[in-house]
């Protein structure tokens, strides 16, 4: 049974840094995309990064040159590392787990399945 859980979310300025985590067990190490999802308050879901299998990354444009998608491997737990954040980044943030890994759809929420509770990121400006 796969599980996720968030953390690292909380209040900063504009122009601040904030670091997620998220604690992923029981996915295949093998076939799984890892993916950070955000929702704001009356929008869709949205991809914000993704981590395939063999390591590759995929970050969406608007995150591009800010946001950081990767896995530490001492705690092997995925991470979010945001920078130059702006108040349009405010959102519930969530990580999710794709069973069979398609890459051409790293961002698509509609294709992960199993996902975490989320955590809140809020910027003031």
């Known amino acids: 049974q796969v599980q996720l859980a968030e953390s690292g979310g909380g209040s900063v300025q504009a122009g601040g840094s904030l670091r997620l985590s998220c604690a992923a067990t029981g996915y295949s190490y093998t076939t799984s995309c890892l993916g950070w999802f955000r929702q704001a308050p009356g929008k869709e879901r949205e991809g914000v990064a993704s981590?395939?299998?063999?390591?590759?990354?995929i970050v969406a444009d608007y995150a591009k040159g800010r946001f950081t998608i990767g896995k530490d491997r001492a705690t092997r737990t995925l991470y979010l590392q945001m920078n130059n954040l702006n108040v349009e980044d405010t959102a519930r943030y969530y990580c999710?787990?794709?069973?069979?890994?398609?890459?051409?759809?790293?961002?698509?929420?509609?294709?992960?399945?199993?996902w975490g509770r989320g955590t809140q990121v809020t910027v003031s400006s």
């Open positions: 999710a787990a794709q069973t069979e890994c398609y890459w051409r759809f790293a961002l698509q929420a509609e294709k992960y399945n199993d």
């Open positions: 981590l395939a299998p063999g390591g590759n990354t």
